[in-house]
């Protein structure tokens, strides 16, 4: 453990990380939480980190949970009023291009700040880190972004804003949006999100080797938190004993080479970018696999381009998979990570698939029962055309 990070403290938790992937990964999380909201696990959950687009699901889910109604059994009846309708509706608008062609026109905005603005227009309005839940009243939300500067994560939460070579910034007073867009600035176009802060208002932890710099304190640089972690594992893998990872990445895709020209620099650029985050994710999932195999960890991993079929619930006297592994399935993972317009069909699939391989592995490894299960969208069942 680096100096001045959280101090591993789990005593019984119960962690869920959401990966990034643009609006892919928004709607492939609605079906994890979807799933889980009605197994009862929501309110069970003491933490909840995410990146990148998994922080759009996380936060709307943070930000609307006083707006919960949870049963005896801890189920959420207005779950789906209250959180799938508005995050579906959000992503069926096109935010990417408008904020790349007024960024790049205008001498005033940039594009990763006119990403915060839709996220303001359209989700959380003029909330900040203090609207999501406080201490006892939910889950403990991180949304996590990487430093620029110092080239560490960077945890933004209702009780402080954390980079552990800066110190602490309690009670922040970021616009929800803002810490929203930080998390998912994805590079290049995107970022950097600057954060304008009070120097004096941070305060110095054990570790924290760069605070005397105010520069530091007073401007945060920030990209996308996958640049760092593309799992958000950081929190709960420290302060907690049960680990549920939802992970819409996808495996990285073979590329044909192309002559080279100075205008195709970019494609490059994106490709180097591209195949980082893959590694980093294929080690942070392998030891999390790993984890679980050797029982230092209790929890699962479900992914966008997992094979239902892994999980073997026959093996373990389990009722079948929602679906089999199909074209249909396996075409989830190839979808893009755009902040564009999604089709009700592309939406209804996502969720659809995160509902499904959710299910799977949290009967698989977690749940000692077998509850049923049906397909929150049911007009478009994961199945070939004719199956």
């Given at each position: 453990?680096?100096?001045?990070?959280e101090?591993?403290?789990?005593?019984g938790?119960t962690?869920?990380?959401?990966?990034?992937g643009?609006?892919?990964?928004?709607l492939?999380?609605i079906?994890?939480?979807?799933r889980?909201?009605e197994?009862?696990?929501l309110p069970r959950?003491?933490e909840?980190?995410s990146?990148?687009?998994g922080?759009?699901?996380?936060a709307w889910?943070?930000?609307?949970?006083?707006?919960?109604d949870f049963?005896?059994?801890?189920?959420?009846?207005n779950f789906?009023?209250?959180?799938?309708?508005?995050l579906e509706?959000?992503c069926?608008?096109?935010?990417?291009?408008?904020?790349?062609?007024?960024?790049?026109?205008?001498?005033?905005h940039h594009?990763?700040?006119?990403?915060?603005?839709?996220?303001?227009?359209?989700?959380?309005?003029?909330?900040?880190?203090?609207?999501?839940p406080q201490?006892?009243?939910?889950?403990?939300?991180?949304l996590?972004?990487?430093?620029?500067q110092?080239?560490v994560?960077v945890?933004?939460?209702?009780?402080?804003?954390?980079?552990y070579?800066?110190?602490?910034?309690?009670r922040?007073?970021?616009?929800?949006?803002?810490?929203?867009a930080?998390?998912s600035?994805f590079p290049?176009?995107?970022?950097?999100?600057?954060?304008?802060l009070?120097?004096?208002d941070?305060?110095?932890?054990?570790?924290?080797?760069?605070h005397?710099?105010?520069?530091l304190?007073?401007?945060?640089?920030?990209?996308?938190g996958?640049?760092?972690?593309?799992?958000?594992?950081?929190?709960?893998?420290?302060?907690?004993?049960?680990v549920?990872?939802?992970?819409?990445g996808?495996p990285?895709?073979?590329?044909?080479?192309?002559?080279?020209?100075?205008?195709?620099?970019?494609?490059?650029?994106?490709?180097?970018i591209?195949?980082?985050?893959s590694q980093?994710?294929?080690?942070?999932?392998?030891?999390?696999i790993?984890?679980?195999?050797?029982g230092r960890q209790?929890?699962?991993?479900?992914?966008?381009?997992t094979?239902i079929a892994?999980?073997?619930?026959?093996?373990?006297?389990?009722?079948?998979p929602?679906t089999?592994?199909?074209?249909?399935t396996?075409?989830?993972?190839g979808?893009?990570?755009?902040?564009?317009?999604?089709?009700?069909?592309?939406?209804?699939?996502?969720i659809?698939?995160?509902?499904?391989?959710?299910?799977?592995?949290?009967r698989?490894?977690?749940l000692?029962?077998?509850?049923?299960a049906?397909?929150?969208?049911p007009?478009?069942p994961?199945?070939?055309?004719?199956?």
């Open positions: 453990m680096e100096a001045g990070q101090q591993d403290s789990r005593g938790r962690g869920l990380a959401l990966s990034g643009g609006f892919r990964a928004t492939f999380h079906g994890a939480l979807w889980l909201n197994l009862g696990w959950l003491d909840v980190s990146v990148s687009g922080s759009i699901t996380a889910l943070a930000f609307r949970w006083p707006k919960l049963d005896r059994h801890g189920v959420a009846s789906e009023r209250e959180i799938a309708w508005p509706k959000f069926a608008r096109t935010i990417d291009v408008p904020a790349v062609l007024l960024g790049l026109l205008s001498p005033f594009p990763g700040q006119l990403v915060a603005a839709a996220y303001r227009r359209y989700l959380f309005g003029q909330a900040t880190l203090q609207d999501l201490k006892g009243q939910g889950p403990r939300f991180t996590y972004a990487t430093s620029l110092t080239g994560s945890r933004m939460r209702s009780d402080h804003i954390g980079d070579r800066v110190g602490l910034l309690p922040p007073k970021v616009s929800l949006a803002e810490a929203v930080a998390s600035a290049p176009v995107f970022c950097p999100i600057r954060l304008d009070d120097p004096g941070w305060k110095q932890t054990e570790g924290a080797d760069l005397r710099f105010e520069d304190r007073r401007h945060l640089f920030l990209a996308d996958g640049v760092y972690d593309n799992l958000g594992l950081e929190t709960i893998a420290r302060k907690c004993d049960t549920l990872v939802s992970d819409a996808a990285l895709k073979v590329t044909h080479p192309r002559r080279v020209r100075w205008l195709g620099q970019l494609h490059y650029t994106l490709r180097v591209d195949i980082i985050s980093t994710r294929a080690l942070r999932t392998r030891d999390l790993g984890d679980f195999v050797a209790n929890g699962t991993y479900w992914g966008i381009a094979r892994d999980y073997a619930l026959a093996e373990a006297g389990k009722a079948p929602l089999d592994d199909n074209a249909v396996q075409a989830q993972s979808v893009r990570t755009r902040l564009n317009h999604f089709t009700v069909a592309e939406q209804g699939h996502l659809n698939w995160g509902y499904a391989v959710t299910d799977a592995a949290m698989r490894h977690v000692e029962d077998d509850p049923p049906q397909w929150p969208r007009a478009f994961l199945q070939q055309a004719g199956a």
